[in-house]
């Protein structure tokens, strides 16, 4: 048995990680990376240096204001008129710092930068308070951190509320997290948007990072699923409101896929020690395959972007290329030229080299050594049609353009169906191998959909492995032994439980309902809940293009690890309450919009100090004159709602943030669930949360042992998941890329999940 290692109980606190020490501590260099690049001209030869040079130069951090907040301006403005000009001339190691500005590119000045890295920040107390505030912030979802050039993707996809959007290689979530925001955009009382986003991730750990980086975001039109991207399985939708049974397609899809990396080295600096010529040959087939069943699933007129953050042209140009020639005339390439103005970029190339994994430029497949044929598909090479193709209007960000990371990103727009090309046209031998497969694969996927149009069914009959991991003399056998969930491309994680809807009559449906006073158009036939136990547990609410995917007679294709806003968990309480549901702080935000005022309790700030500081106060511990309504209230869950506009000294200093001038509250109205018993109350929030607002607040609280939080079963379990691939995650693995830094974030945010949720 191996040896297992473990924290020990009474062990030292954990050193904080200081990237900036490895990083200095290495060599920046890599002659076979920059022989590599300067052979691919990528730029004139007197931009190389400038560009060389950057690339050793720590990145600055970045944040972006959220945009479902319909304070995210006053957010901004708080930054930029109470913090910034208390951050000019602070010098942090020495150092002049900048003080934090907007990217020029991103919209309303949305997106922020600043150059003092996150491990010098308590060194300064200016930098201090305001590491304090975007934590803050960050924890209710006004703010989130992002590398800059992580946010160019989504912001091409020009999402729109209503719009179907797939996003295919989603983990760890900074891009979903975007995507959401944008659905979510006009944040209209009362409506729950058209619009839906299907995460998907293969690997089932990252997946659960993706859930925990998206749940601030409360959306019910969020889907996570766990497949290959290359495999993402068709499906026909439950029938709308029209009677129409409508296939599983998007009007936006991300392909953000997983690539070698190396543009990521300004803050991966183990790129400079790693990097080789191998490194982005066994990921190009697996991108085109990814990118063209995105493609497939894309609706006519839809548009997919393409990303990755590698500089190479093999990860990049090639596959993009290969995606237009197998297209044959029904996508074409964008010219983004005038969309994001401010965004300094070079044009793709049409043209360059492939080298063997030794260092030598191999000009077409027939040059290859016979023992290293196998590795290369011919699409590696720029297609004798490259000139036509309008490869120019790809987009390449440099590191020294605006002082960011790298990134590679294309934007395709579907002009007509697409059907994949014949087997003969395969890109490779191994995939020509895959093709004698066919007929035992392709029978069986027409027996499940023979009603699917031309496209689908090309679509089933293709659903391939990564050829890298498939032995090509076994492929046939293996293939026809597969199990439905592995041709899909379910990941094997643990089985799901299923999702299953409540009635709009179900009695648990018409308690909650009258006792909160639900809206009488409220959806009452959106929850669901994910066990057949005898009870309900946790009430979940999803929107309602999540349920005609659920609802969907295929759903058993199609691996859901998570959707749905946690809306009511039955309260284990030795109370008497007509009601044992309660609400969830996770989806207060939602369901306040939907609760009748008799269960909402306007307070002021008194009230929100007396429950943060006090575990179980009484209803003497409040002000007298709220005191009848206290007692007049029926015992149970209801909502307390502050409203910093309501305070008659709104506008005296936050002792917190004192010296930033900071007015004493936060912006807009907040909701937090609340018990009452008898004769006392309780918040309901747990100690992550509890103290977040605290601080929002610029007050004190008390944690209580008593938190309560509806923690489904397991989910304890499912966080340290999380964590330990966040964990895995920050040792900077290739295709994590530029998002290593959230990955960072999320370990952090987990732990304390963790640890609340075994309280
Ligand atoms: C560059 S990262 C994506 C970053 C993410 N879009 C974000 O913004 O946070 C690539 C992701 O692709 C996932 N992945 C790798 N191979 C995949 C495949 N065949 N299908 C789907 N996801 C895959 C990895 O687990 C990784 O999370």
Redesign the pocket.
């Known amino acids: 048995m191996g040896r297992r290692f473990s924290r020990k109980k009474n062990a030292a606190p954990r050193k904080e990680r200081d990237p900036n020490e490895t990083y200095m501590e290495l060599k920046k260099v890599n002659e076979q990376m920059e022989q590599y690049y300067k052979a691919q001209k990528i730029m004139s030869d007197e931009e190389w240096p400038v560009f060389w040079e950057h690339l050793k130069v720590t990145l600055p951090t970045t944040f972006r204001i959220t945009g479902t907040r319909s304070h995210a301006v006053e957010i901004r403005d708080t930054v930029k008129n109470a913090f910034v000009p208390h951050l000019r001339d602070i010098s942090v190691d020495g150092v002049i710092a900048n003080p934090p500005r907007p990217l020029a590119w991103y919209p309303d000045e949305l997106g922020w930068h600043y150059d003092v890295p996150r491990t010098s920040l308590k060194k300064s107390p200016e930098y201090a308070k305001f590491h304090q505030f975007l934590v803050a912030e960050t924890e209710v979802g006004n703010i989130s951190r992002q590398e800059a050039v992580?946010m160019i993707p989504p912001l091409l996809l020009d999402v729109k509320p209503q719009h179907w959007v797939m996003?295919?290689?989603?983990?760890?979530?900074?891009?979903?997290a975007q995507i959401i925001e944008m659905v979510h955009a006009n944040e209209q009382y009362k409506v729950v948007p058209a619009g839906l986003i299907l995460a998907?991730?293969?690997?089932y750990k990252?997946s659960h990072m993706l859930i925990h980086q998206t749940k601030r975001l409360q959306s019910p039109c969020l889907l996570v699923t766990n497949?290959?991207?290359?495999m993402m399985p068709s499906l026909k939708l439950a029938p709308n409101n029209k009677g129409e049974v409508l296939p599983l397609e998007f009007d936006r899809v991300l392909a953000?896929?997983?690539?070698s990396g190396d543009a990521t080295l300004r803050k991966n600096p183990m790129v400079w020690l790693k990097w080789t010529h191998g490194g982005a040959m066994g990921l190009h087939h697996?991108q085109v395959n990814?990118l063209q069943r995105g493609v497939q699933m894309l609706k006519v007129g839809g548009r997919i972007v393409y990303s990755t953050?590698s500089f190479n042209p093999m990860e990049n140009e090639a596959v993009i290329a290969e995606m237009l020639n197998r297209a044959n005339g029904t996508l074409e390439l964008v010219d983004v030229s005038q969309e994001l103005p401010a965004l300094k970029r070079r044009p793709g190339l049409s043209d360059w080299k492939v080298f063997t994994k030794e260092g030598k430029i191999v000009d077409k497949l027939e040059d290859v050594p016979e023992d290293a044929k196998g590795k290369f598909y011919p699409s590696m090479w720029a297609p004798k049609n490259a000139s036509e193709l309008h490869l120019e209007r790809c987009l390449r960000i440099y590191p020294h353009l605006q002082d960011t990371g790298g990134f590679f990103v294309a934007v395709l727009k579907k002009t007509a169906p697409f059907v994949v090309p014949n087997p003969n046209r395969a890109a490779s031998k191994v995939e020509a191998a895959e093709a004698t497969t066919e007929s035992v694969e392709s029978s069986e996927t027409k027996d499940e959909s023979n009603t699917e149009n031309e496209e689908t069914l090309a679509t089933g009959d293709k659903h391939k492995l990564?050829t890298d991991a498939v032995k090509e003399s076994e492929e046939p056998v293996k293939k026809a032994r597969m199990s439905r969930a592995e041709r899909y491309g379910a990941a094997t994680g643990p089985k799901e439980e299923p999702f299953l809807f409540l009635d709009a009559k179900n009695a648990d449906v018409e308690l909650f309902s009258k006792f909160y006073g639900l809206d009488e158009d409220f959806p009452k036939d959106q929850f669901l809940v994910r066990s057949e136990g005898e009870k309900n547990k946790t009430i979940y609410f999803v929107s309602e293009a999540v349920k005609t995917i659920l609802k969907s007679e295929e759903i058993h294709r199609l691996k859901v690890v998570n959707t749905g806003v946690r809306a009511f968990v039955r309260q284990d309480s030795n109370t008497p309450a007509e009601c044992l549901f309660r609400l969830n702080s996770e989806g207060i935000n939602l369901m306040r919009q939907f609760v009748s005022d008799n269960r909402v309790i306007p307070v002021h700030l008194k009230e929100v100090i007396t429950l943060l500081q006090s575990p179980y106060p009484k209803i003497s511990e409040f002000a007298e004159e709220m005191q009848p309504r206290l007692t007049a209230l029926q015992t149970g869950c209801c909502i307390f709602e502050f409203d910093p506009e309501q305070e008659e000294n709104k506008d005296q200093p936050n002792p917190r943030w004192e010296g930033q001038g900071l007015t004493g509250f936060v912006k807009g109205k907040l909701a937090f669930p609340v018990w009452k018993a008898q004769v006392s109350f309780n918040m309901l929030l747990t100690k992550q949360d509890r103290r977040s607002l605290a601080m929002r607040l610029g007050v004190d609280c008390v944690d209580s042992t008593h938190v309560i939080e509806g923690g489904a079963k397991g989910t304890a379990a499912k966080a340290a998941a999380i964590a330990a691939a966040a964990a895995v995650d920050s040792s900077a693995d290739a295709?994590?890329?530029a998002?290593a830094m959230?990955a960072e974030d999320t370990e952090e945010a987990t732990e304390e999940a963790t640890e609340e949720e075994t309280v």
Not at 227 to 230: G, L, P, T
Request: hydrophobic share 20%; with cysteine.
């Open positions: 992580s996003d295919m290689c989603a983990a760890p979530g900074s891009k979903t998907n991730d293969a690997d990252r497949h290959d991207a290359s953000d896929v997983p690539c697996t990814i953050c990564d295709d994590s890329g998002d959230d």
